[in-house]
């Protein structure tokens, strides 16, 4: 693209914040709480389970009865999430990243959303069946 | 979480930005502090603050002033999102 001039700010957000430095916020942060696996397997019925991984991690192995929406397309595709069931949130390892899906979802008018602890990794390691 | 936006960041954003431009391209990203950044967008001096992030991320913070172009859709983005004049500094986080 040819552009000469190109820093990085490497210290991103935090380090505006710690400089005391104000932010655009829009979203607002919301409770998520987690349902541990075993939890999960009992709700399997009444939920929306969202696997938010992309698609070829999903089609390695998923819960069955997940919807793929990876999180990226999520803005795009928030539609296709009935508004009528608790969602539950699937990523890979349960890490932070998945907390502003859940915020995002929550601002969208979806009242139960909850994450499933430990993403697909924990449902792995306790044996739970995975469709291919 | 800001770790591997900083690397999505590079793998996607910098790396596009420079690919045509061979005399950069062998050269080290050069950083940008806090303060310095913050002189140049409250001086107006031109300053294009790219965010690597998901439009998801970007909604929920960002800094004032940023353009939320997402890491990997670079490629995808008209030609008019970003500055018209190569010599514009651009600073991504």
Known sequence: MGYKN???YSEGIPGWVKAGFPLDQGIPRT???PLAPSQLQEKLEDAYLLDIRLANSYEQGHIKGSHNIPTNLISQRFQEIPTDKRII???GVGDPTWVPTGWFLK???YKEVMILEGGMNAWQKEGLPLDK | MRKRISLWAYLFILVPLLLFTPSIWAADFPEISTSDLKNKLDANEGVFLLNAESDIDFNV???????????GTLGE??????????????VVY
Do not use: F, R
């Open chain 2, 61 to 71: 913070e960002h800094i004032p002033g940023a353009a939320n172009i997402p890491g």
């Open chain 1, 6 to 8: 190109v820093e990085v």
């Open chain 1, 31 to 33: 409770e998520i709480p």
């Open chain 1, 89 to 91: 949130i699937i990523s």
């Open chain 2, 77 to 90: 983005i008209t030609p008019d999102k970003l500055p018209q004049d190569k010599d514009t500094l651009i």
């Open chain 1, 107 to 109: 601002s969208k008018g």
